[in-house]
């Protein structure tokens, strides 16, 4: 029995991608992520998950879809909201990895709706677990969170490199992360970097606005 954990990572930060992953796992298998170490990403210093993910990467076959700010900002254009885009992602990686039952950590709280929604966009029958806290409670998901996580992370520092400073950890509550977002307003090479249908993008923005109106 093949056993497939989805997870997300990045889904609140205005600054960068999306990431989803799946890990398709043998049931028999299941064991050996224990093993090793793997649960929640969150619960995981660092350095401890990426030795995980090379780890993981040998017990399962994933896929990884990366969502991008732009891709994120279209959503609006076609009246989806952030769940619903999960969902199609999340359907894409169920239909191409086949598995016979998919965990999957909901991004909302109503689990029977999403999971509704969901099996629109299914070509591939199987058993279907929505779940809040599923990174928590099964460790297929734990896995597939762990890979989320370290691409996310890997993804950041290389906008880190790309634009030659500290971007912050993308919360609004980050002052080096609102000052980015600052900057973005005035140059546009890095708006490509920023989620600009994000309420920090939007706050700063009108803020600025406002700031010039006053002047006159």
Known sequence: MKIL????AGRGPV?????IAGALIDKDNVKKLKQIGVKDSKLIPKEKREDLFHEIKKLVKYKVIEISPEEIDQRYNVNTNLNQLEALKFAEIINELKPDIAIIDTPTKNTKAFKNYLKKFLTHNCRL???NYADLNHVEVGAASIIAKVIRDKRIEEIKKEVGE??????PSDEITLKF???ALKDKSLRKYIRKSWYTYQKIKAEKEQTKLSGW
Do not use: F, N
Request: aromatic content about 4%.
């Open 166 to 171: 500290e971007i912050g950890a993308g919360y």
């Open 181 to 183: 977002v600052e900057k």
């Open 129 to 131: 677990l929505c779940e």
């Open 15 to 19: 600054i960068g991608p999306l990431v």
């Open 5 to 8: 954990g989805i997870d997300e």
